[in-house]
């Protein structure tokens, strides 16, 4: 049983404009919480991370936004822009083992010039 | 720094054939991850070790399956026999300890696995 869901597997933008990408969780324990983006033949790389101690951490762009009661973070890029373009991945830590990364199906963004 | 390196880069084998995966870490990161990433299930973590020594291996699917670290700059996942149902992109990461700050993983570019 999956204990992170990304329940929109694509999602097409205009460039310039807000994307927004969703995640929840099941695991109360999970206490940190990361995005990974991937290009196609490609691994994934690190993009932002928040703990729970916060509701919002922001780097240029992308801001991503966690809400403990409801069990959600997403994920926020504005303006968007075509390199953009990706499969974005959501992880999720627990205190008791930060090694072991529960992640997401995926969400494929593609934003149209 | 040339990351995380996998080879080969696809293979394509026959059903029963035993196929083995390679990894090469980061230079001085203490942790080595194999993933494996499938449409249904997105990316899952197979097992991983820490100093070489294997810590949990509960995402290992079955028996088939194995992986060894026989040193810090080298890691394998067999796969004996090969089955369709196998075929995925698999992922090998690395992290350090010295930055656990961020607790990031660095992924290697997949090896992307055929079984026919």
């Known amino acids: 049983d999956q204990q992170v869901k990304q329940n929109s597997p694509s999602l097409s933008v205009q460039e310039g404009r807000i994307s927004i990408l969703n995640c929840d969780y099941t695991?109360?324990?999970?206490?940190?919480f990361l995005w990974y983006k991937k290009y196609p033949a490609e691994g994934p790389t690190f993009l932002i991370s928040?703990?729970?101690?916060?509701d919002k951490n922001e780097d240029g762009r992308f801001t991503v936004f966690l809400n403990k009661s409801a069990k959600h973070l997403s994920l926020h890029i504005v303006p968007s822009q075509p390199g953009d373009s990706a499969v974005y991945f959501c992880?999720?830590?627990?205190?008791?083992?930060?090694?072991?990364?529960?992640f997401g199906s995926g969400t494929k963004l593609n934003v149209k010039p | 720094d040339a990351g995380v390196i996998q080879s080969p880069r696809h293979e394509v084998t026959e059903m029963g054939q035993e196929v083995t995966l390679r990894c090469k870490p980061i230079?001085?990161?203490?942790?080595l991850f194999w993933y494996r990433q499938t449409m249904m299930r997105g990316l899952e973590l197979l097992i991983y070790?820490?100093?070489?020594?294997?810590?949990?291996d509960s995402g290992m699917p079955e028996d088939r399956f194995s992986a060894k670290m026989p040193n810090a700059s080298f890691s394998t996942l067999k796969i004996q026999p090969s089955e369709p149902r196998d075929s995925a992109v698999y992922f090998c990461?690395?992290?350090?300890?010295?930055?656990?700050?961020?607790?990031?993983?660095?992924f290697g570019p997949g090896t992307r696995l055929t079984v026919t």
């Open positions: 990461a690395s992290s350090s300890t010295q930055t656990r700050g961020s607790y990031e993983q660095y």
């Open positions: 695991n109360s324990m999970f206490d940190y």
């Open positions: 928040i703990s729970s101690i916060k």
């Open positions: 992880a999720a830590i627990s205190r008791y083992n930060f090694n072991k990364f529960y």
């Open positions: 230079s001085g990161h203490d942790y």
């Open positions: 070790f820490n100093n070489n020594v294997p810590i949990d």
